[in-house]
């Protein structure tokens, strides 16, 4: 499943194979749960939003673990009921891999058309940050990636 608000991204992950669920959506977590006969294991989250945040972990079924890899700017308020039944909350810092497995492994599974990091990404001009940060927060693009300039030898 894939959550989101900007249609244009729900669309590609429907492509992907995800079943599209409208972020807004009023009952978002109970929709998730009846999905998935009592709930998710996992859940990730890259919005850092309280609400969105407070939704996923609802949707978790019993011990169900959420995943939170999005930088938290402000306070995150959990709801009363979020954390019960075994239910739990981890931040992910830089994927918590060993980059030197972690990179050949999506290397090849990209190889082998398993992994379409490239249609999920758009690259940018350093210099275009803010540009970058617009299209992502309009929902133009999913992974904004920045590029350093080269310097001239």
Known sequence: MAVDRHPERLALAERFGALPLYAEESGLPERVRRLTDGGTRYALDTTASPSLVND??????????????ARLHTPLPLEPGTLDRGRGIRHICEGDAVPGLLIPRLTALWQAGLFPFDQLIRTYPLADVDEAERDCEAGRVVKPVLLPERRKR
């Open 56 to 69: 996923a972990l609802r949707a978790l079924r019993p011990t169900g673990r959420l995943g939170l890899v």
